[in-house]
């Protein structure tokens, strides 16, 4: 059985702080580093940061050792008037990886062997676990970072991408197998989930039929600090 006491964390490489000049191009940033100047950073969030991208703000980077990298810098967290915001997409799903490995989510035994973006259909889904017996469980992993009134909300853009792959994991549960969204919620505040039908409609409708069509939604916040990203508590699914 899964080990809801397990803690699973993330520590961060040693932070850079400074304030942010701009988002722009989706990918990108400028942010003013004290005794550096003004340096570009990798933003990996395809979303709008809607409520969490807002010039001066102080923000948090990682930087690479990989000498390959145009920009060493990568954009991590930005400090909001109710606290750190993870901005980084990649983090939710590393985080998603340990604690599955570990068995720490509740709605999953331990599984045998935990494998990352595996193909199916037209698209590759974050991750597929085999548990005893040999059962399948795909799991697409989302990151949430708009909350409103103490509701966790996604997307925060229209995603026909986001469509796309609730469309697989209907097919898979028709296939005979379990399926489930896991949304990470990357800010502090949320009380409950639920879909931004205000930004994405389409999205909301195809979550609740996913839902009637038996793919699980689950909702997390990860706990954030300066020194860690942390899996944290669950949230109601309203939806």
Known sequence: MADQSMEVTLPWPELVKGVLIKRYKRFLADVEIEGQGIITAHTANTGSMLDCCESGRMVYL???QNPKRKYP?????I???DGLVGVNTALPNKLSYLA???GALA???KPLKVERERKFGLSR???KLTLEGGQEVWIEVKNATLVRSGVALFPDAVSQRGARHLGELMALVRAGKRAALLVMVQRSGAESFSPADFIDPAWGQALRQAQERGVEIIARVVDLSLKEAKLGRALEVRL
Not at 73 to 77: A, I, S
Request: no cysteine.
């Open 62 to 64: 990682s930087l690479s």
């Open 73 to 77: 810098y990568g954009w991590e967290m």
């Open 79 to 81: 400090e909001m008037p």
């Open 100 to 102: 599955l490995e570990r």
């Open 107 to 109: 709605e999953f035994s």
């Open 125 to 127: 889904l974050d991750l």
